[in-house]
Nanobody, 123 residues
Framework: QVQLVESGGGLVQAGGSLRLSCAAS????????VGWFRQAPGKERELVAA????????DYADSVKGRFAISRDNAKNTVYLQMNSLKPEDTAVYYC????????????????WGQGTQVTVSS
């Protein structure tokens, strides 16, 4: 069983930065791949970034490549999403999710989800 809690969301101006954190409970968190998803009003939830259990492999949506960076610290049971050069279209609720083994880019792959954190980017 893994429980996930996101933090770090907020209101930021376009061009600004935020760092989201996903804190996990559970001794075996280092065995889980983690994905950051987001859902904007009226839109489907989409994968933003994913990271393997070791942190050696990452993947990003085209819309955030070069601006966002996912990382993890397994000693702290935490995964981060550094978001730079934020745009109004990045406004959404951001969720972290965990899956045992490899990551995939579809949400049904992930077994455990956090409650989400709101990110709002003003123009």
């Amino acid at each position: 069983q893994v429980q996930l809690v996101e933090s770090g969301g907020g209101l930021v101006q376009a061009g600004g930065s935020l760092r989201l954190s996903c804190a996990a409970s559970g001794r075996t968190f280092s065995s889980y791949a983690v994905g950051w998803f987001r859902q904007a009003p009226g839109k489907e939830r989409e994968l933003v970034a994913a990271i393997s259990w070791s942190g050696e492999s990452t993947d990003y949506a085209d819309s955030v490549k070069g601006r966002f960076a996912i990382s993890r610290d397994n000693a702290k049971n935490t995964v981060y999403l550094q978001m730079n050069s934020l745009k109004p279209e990045d406004t959404a609720v951001y969720y972290c999710a965990a899956a045992l083994g490899r990551y995939r880019n579809f949400e049904s792959w992930y077994n455990y989800w956090g409650q989400g954190t709101q990110v709002t980017v003003s123009s």
